[in-house]
């Protein structure tokens, strides 16, 4: 079945240190998108990638890093720089039919980092 | 810009008595509207969505949502509520500049008692 893989699903960070977070997709989706979520908020944008090799800043880059190598991968990188980094992340990517006017997001289950 | 509100952080319901969680937008141009249901420490379930064709909205699991220009509005529905609708809902517009970046509501939790 076609979906989006996060992993891993639960990650433990030291303060200072650096982490990747997984998101695989094999729904030939173009689009890739990172949120994230903390309680009572909504999601927040990190960074999205429309195609490969190119990604934009998104509402609350600062502290992050991303990449898009392959079509199928979208990791994201959680630098020391990053001064509150516990929270749950959700990495999302979107179809859109040719004529534009169908489109659609399908979501990860998450990874909840938190940092020790 | 676009925006989102919803009106209510927590909505509890008795099983079996409707439903309604509430969203107002803005937008300055006609937008694309999506009601998502999040389980807890899960991802993001899609209800239903408005993209400018009939502004009643059904969706899955018995939701449905009525898109108001008028009053720039998009309420969720549902006639009975059952025990595991109890979850985290969230109003969502679409930007459309074309990144397809989605604009998200603080969140409602709706509660269903016994």
């Known amino acids: 079945d076609g979906g989006i893989t996060q992993s891993p699903k639960y990650l433990f960070r030291k303060e200072g240190q650096n982490v990747t977070l997984s998101c695989e997709q094999n729904?030939?989706?173009?689009?890739m998108y990172w949120y994230r979520q903390d309680p009572g908020q909504g999601l927040r944008l990190i960074y999205y990638?429309?195609?490969?090799?190119?990604?934009q800043k998104g509402d609350i880059a600062e502290g992050y890093s991303v990449s898009r190598e392959k079509k199928e991968s979208f990791p994201l990188t959680v630098t020391s720089a990053q001064k509150n980094p516990t929270a749950f992340y959700l990495c999302?990517?979107?179809?859109?039919?040719?004529?534009?006017?169908?489109?659609?997001?399908?979501f990860g289950s998450g990874t909840r980092l938190t940092v020790v | 810009a676009q925006s989102v509100t919803q009106l209510d952080s927590h909505v509890s319901v008795s099983e079996g008595t409707p439903v309604l969680l509430r969203c107002n937008y803005s937008?300055?141009?006609?937008?694309?509207l999506f009601w998502y249901v999040q389980h807890p420490n899960k991802g993001l379930q899609l209800l239903l969505k408005?993209?400018?064709?009939?502004?009643l909205v059904k969706g899955i699991n018995g939701f449905e949502a009525e898109f108001k220009k008028s009053e720039t509005s998009f309420h969720l529905t549902k006639p009975s509520a059952h025990m595991s609708d109890a979850a985290e809902y969230f109003c969502?517009?679409?930007?459309?500049?074309?990144?397809?970046?989605?604009?998200f509501g603080q969140g409602t939790t709706l509660q269903v008692k016994p």
């Open positions: 999302a990517s979107r179809y859109r039919d040719r004529g534009r006017e169908n489109y659609g997001y399908t």
């Open positions: 408005y993209t400018s064709a009939a502004t």
């Open positions: 937008s300055s141009y006609s937008p694309s």
């Open positions: 729904l030939n989706h173009d689009a």
């Open positions: 969502v517009v679409s930007d459309r500049s074309g990144t397809g970046k989605l604009i």
């Open positions: 990638s429309q195609i490969v090799n190119d990604f």
